[in-house]
Every structure is written in C-alpha cells, then in structure tokens.
C-alpha cells in the first residue's frame, strides 16, 4: 500500500473527528457561534511553530469523506444507486446521502445539512465553523498579533495564503449548495449585540465577487508548485487557487446563476433579488479569463498515461489505463489538487465498488457491491466511434437502437474488452474505452495488476448472472443494476488466497484535475461567443481529452459517423457535447451532481426511473430486462437548492429562507 507522506496530513490523522478548542469553546456548537473569550487557550495551540502547524492541518480536513454512506456526491443524484436495507447486510440506503436521490429532504431536519453540520455524517460538517477556524487562523498567526515570533516571513504569508484559500474553498461549497449565504470575513466577538450576530445573507453577485478576491489576494503567495512531494503533497499552491477561482466564476456564469428567473421573488428584507435577473455574457468570458490564468499557472500538469513498465498491454488496454489512472495513480500528472482521505475509507470505497470473486482462483469474504452505475450512466458513455448511442449511424445499422436492451453474443474484436463468444447485452458492445474503463458488467473482462504475467491477454473474466461467481449473492454482493464503478478502483488492488485480505492501492481523491479544467474552458469558450473561433478552441481542449482515449477528434467523430454531422459547427450542438464529454470524462468523480444543478437539467436527470437489468435472472433473456428500481421526484426550482433548517430560522429572524421550503 502507498502511504502519503505528507506532514501536514501525519497531523491531521490524528485529529480527524475532533472538535478543535481554540475555534469556539466545545468546537461543536451552531452556526457563526462567536468565539469565546480563550486567550489561555491560544496561547498554548499557538504557542510554537509545530503547535500552530497542527493547526493549520485541521483546517484542510473539514469536507473530506469517500465513504458513499457520507457523502452525498455519491449517491445524491441520479448516476449511482445502491440497494434497498436488507436484514442481511449493511448498506448505504438508511443513510442521509440516498434520501437526498430519493426526493426526501426535508426542512424540519434538512439531509446532509452543511450549513449547521448534522444529518449528513462526516460530508456534512459545518461550514461555518471551518470558516471561523480559518478566520482565528489567521487573526492568530498575523503579524500585529505578536505571536511565533520565530516563525520566518515565508511560512506566515503561506500559511496565511492556505488559510485564505480554504476560507475561500469552505465559502465555495456553501455558495453551490446554498447559492445566497452570509460572508463571513471575520469572527464575531463575545460581547457583540444580537442585531450583530443576526446576520443576512449575501446577494449571489457579492458572494462571488467575495471569494474571487479571496483567491486573487492568495494566490500570489502560494508556491508555484509543490517541490517535494514526500512532505507536501496535498497542500494547495498557485494553481489550484486559480483552478478554485475558475470553478466558481464558471459556476456562476451558468443557468442556475445567471440571469436566472425563477428566482424573480426570491429578494432580501430590502426587496432587492438574490440571485441576478439579467443574463450576463461578460460572466462567460470572464470565467474563460480565469480558466486560462489557471492554465498558464499549471506549468508541469499534463493528461495522464498509464506508465505500462513491465505489464503486456495493447493500445486497446492503455486506453483504459489511461482513463483509470487519472483518478486513481495518487499524485500524478492530472492531478492539480488531491484530497487526503483516511485509508480505511479509501479501502471500503474499493471493497465496495468491486464484484465478488474478480480473480476465481481466490477468495472473497468481503461484502462487496453496494454501489452501482445506473443505466442513465451507462448510456451517456459514447459508441467505439466517439459519438451518443442514439446518433450513431454504424452502431445503430448494426444493433439497432430499439434492441440496445436485449441479449447478443460479443464479436470476437471485443476480446480484450468483452468475453469472446460470451451472451451479453448489445448495449455493452461497440463501446468507448472509456465505458470498459469506468465499469465492469456481465462479460466483461478486466485488466489488473494481478493478472497473470501481467498480460492483458489474461485479463480477469466476469461472469455476473445469477447463480454465477460474480453474480447476485443475498447479503454478499448485492449488485443492484448490473453495472460495477472500476474507474475508481486502482489497478493493483488485489484480494489474498483465502479472502480474508484485501490488498489496495491508497490515492488522494482528486479534488481536482487537469481534464477537469480544459472542459471547464471549452464550456467557458463555446459560451461566451457564438463564433467559430472560441468553438474551435473549445474543440481543441475536448480533442485532446479524447485523444488520450483513443478516439476520433470531434469534428472528424461526427462527420463520420453522427446522424447530426453539423453539431459541433453550432453553439447549442457543441454546448451538448461539451456537457456529454463531462459527464463521461469525470464520471463517479462528484461533478455530476453540481453540473446538472448548474445547468438546471437536474428536473430533467432526476424525474426520471432509475434502472438497471434484472440481477436476479440466471440467463441472458431473464438477466437483460430493463428493470425499473426507484422513480425519482426533483422539484424544480426548490431542490436546486439546500432549504435552511426551521430551527435555524427561528434562531436568526433575519435569513430569509430559500424558495419552496417556506
């Protein structure tokens, strides 16, 4: 297993689920509680350098949970399922997270509540109470306030720089969820009036405008790039504040913020609105500026591509490789910003992704498959040829669209991908590598580190009907779909002889990567001009994603072979395959979830069935039925934001609370 070495995260781990003193007494209390008169107790955390850094360490760890049953980025949206409680087995589905998918949130006790940091498990911790601690953070350690005197001129303003960043970064992930929210720039003193601690919350446009100059006033006095990545890894530097930035100001030049109308009565106690009502096109180019100053300050990031040293690999597998890696090879060239996260929930993500029994000849005791790709995620992936399922003029000549759902047998030129002369469904054949990198499925075949000889010729089979060694076991391997997520399971993950062991591969989550970025441009570019030319560039930044998975360049894809040849020559063809492209490139990686609230096609996505093949069947015509799991319910415009808690309106008369939850 590879461990990160970073210091600030050997700190961290032992203060992961503690509540820290010095930002407000127990630590633990409600929103923008002001903090108490404990000078003695700053005195000892600031007290020397080491005791200060320890306190710096606290400050990245707020947000950060993988397990899917705390975190709503898993299972929140319509991209990955799990199955019903069982008596059998522990699962997810009585946990926060799925309630948010299946259209019960509430406002009584609100699911995943960040805003007060309850029903939600570790990914829903308060927000607030990170920005105070960044706040006391940086009141302490400031030059007029005295204290480590010893500490050099370089490591305050960095740590002050980091600070300011995840001031900002904690700001950011409330604005999504909650669009207007109070600023909170500095920290309350004890002894301020109620009329002081009632705060309001902000219009969007101040919201925005307070976090971009946050980053702006940070991000000079980050390092350019992190040297040493055996004591540092995981701490932010220059880029990842201006990819921050570029996030936010695309963000907020999207449907959901810009000149978004549906919000036309949601106004302040003045009768001012929330949310800006006139479209601007001038957020678009702005968000282009930001995404290229990040480019520019991203000097040795690069899309990544599987290091083959040693292992047997067709073009075929490299590509594959190439798409997993990207996630899961911890710090590599992609990754612009990686999340530490404990290693026993890196190990249960993993352990809970996989199919049972993935290498036959060893055991697996494991209760594996609690997650599932949904057959909405399954059918974003591209053909082989690099276009949507329902435009493709050769996959649909050969299968026919209207059959996509019935049982075929793989040609023999899918070997590396699909078990040849193996009954599968059409709808896994003639696919994208992406597709056979990001899922594995009934007749699949998978390349591991444990392969024989390391030979992809050896890749591991899948045999997942029921009755099969993969297939449907009661409180074993509850496959809910018949879709496994393997794009977030590394390579090298292994099971021991007897079962009992799971040997895994630990990675940072990837916060943030570089193909992120150029599609964040692309978007930027195709909707800030109706023009060929930021088209074009948009084009050349979804191209080379593209290339790196061995498919066609997009014109040349859609020339080909699209039933809509033109599509990329427009502003509304090219904004669906830039959205597409995102949905497949960062698929399972917990950008869907924002992006279909962002683009206000969440009522869309999440109106819908969820539905996958019928598990329990044991042939292919039993097996490859499309079964219907759960009927979704998303209730537009309210869902698209979180509803603030009644007890917390009550508590501050002056919060207004967000449309549809009154």
Known sequence: MNKISNRLTRKLLGLLGTCVLAAGGTGCGDFLDVMPDNVANMDHVFANKSEAENYLATLYTFPMSVTARQNFMFLGADDIW????????????????????????????????????????????????????????????????????????????????????????????L???????????????????????????????????????????????????????GTE??????????????????????????GNTDYADFKDSDGLPFFPQEFSAQKWQDAVDACELALENLPNAALYTFPATGAKVTAKTQYKMNYRGAVTDPFNTEI?????????????????????????????????????ATMHTVERFYTRNGVPLDEDKEWNRKWGYSLRYTPATADADQELDIIGGYETGRLNMDREPRFY????????????????????????????KFGQKNGWKLGVGEQV????????????????????????????????????????????????????????????????????????????????????????????????????????ELAFEHSHIWDIRRWKKAVDAQNSYVQGWNVKGKTASQYYQLTNLFEQRFVAPRDYLWPISIKEMLKNPNLVQNPGWQ
């Not at 604005?175 to 219009?203: H, Q």
């Not at 441009?521 to 060929?532: G, I, M, P």
């Open 233 to 258: 890894a995981g701490r932010v530097y220059r880029g990842v504040a201006y990819m921050l930035k570029a996030k936010l100001l695309v963000t907020a030049a999207s449907p959901l913020f810009n």
């Open 82 to 173: 799990t199955f019903p409680s069982s008596a059998n087995v522990d699962n997810y589905s009585s946990n926060y997270p799925w309630r948010l998918a299946r259209g019960e949130q509430n406002v009584n006790t609100p699911y995943v509540n960040c805003w007060e940091g309850n029903y939600g498990g570790a990914a829903s911790p308060n927000y607030f109470r990170a920005i105070r601690e960044c706040n006391t953070f940086l009141e302490e350690i400031a030059p007029a306030k005295g204290r480590l005197p010893d500490l050099d001129e370089y490591t305050r303003t960095r740590w002050m720089a980091e600070a300011k960043f995840l001031k900002a970064y904690y700001h950011f992930c």
């Open 437 to 464: 990198g990001g899922m594995v499925f009934d007749g699949s075949r998978v390349f591991m580190n444990s392969v024989p000889g390391r030979n992809d010729a050896n890749s591991f089979s899948v045999h997942a």
């Open 175 to 229: 604005f999504r969820m909650y669009g207007p929210i109070p600023i909170v720039d500095t920290n309350l003193a004890i002894d301020e009036e109620t009329s002081v601690v009632r705060v309001k919350r902000n219009k969007v446009e101040e919201v925005v405008k307070y976090i971009a100059g946050l980053l702006d006033e940070c991000a000079p006095e980050l390092p350019l790039e992190i040297t040493s990545m």
């Open 336 to 372: 612009i910003w990686g999340r530490y996260i404990p290693a026993g929930q890196s190990q249960q993500l993993q352990i809970d992704l996989g199919p049972l029994y993935l290498d036959e000849t060893k055991g697996n005791s494991h209760n594996s498959s609690r997650l599932s």
């Open 481 to 584: 779909t018949g879709y496994w997520i393997l794009k977030l399971i590394n390579y090298e993950a292994e099971y021991s002889q007897d079962g009992k062991t799971f040997t895994y591969r630990h990675y940072p989550w990837p916060e943030m990567r570089l193909a992120d970025l150029m599609l964040l441009y692309a978007e930027a570019l195709n909707e800030a001009s109706d023009s060929q030319t930021n088209r074009d560039l948009a084009i050349d930044q979804l191209d080379q994603i593209r290339s790196r998975v061995g498919l066609k360049g997009v014109k040349k894809s859609w020339s080909d072979y699209s039933t809509q040849p033109d599509k990329p020559n427009t502003q509304t063809g090219l904004r669906e395959i830039i959205r597409q492209e995102r949905d497949i």
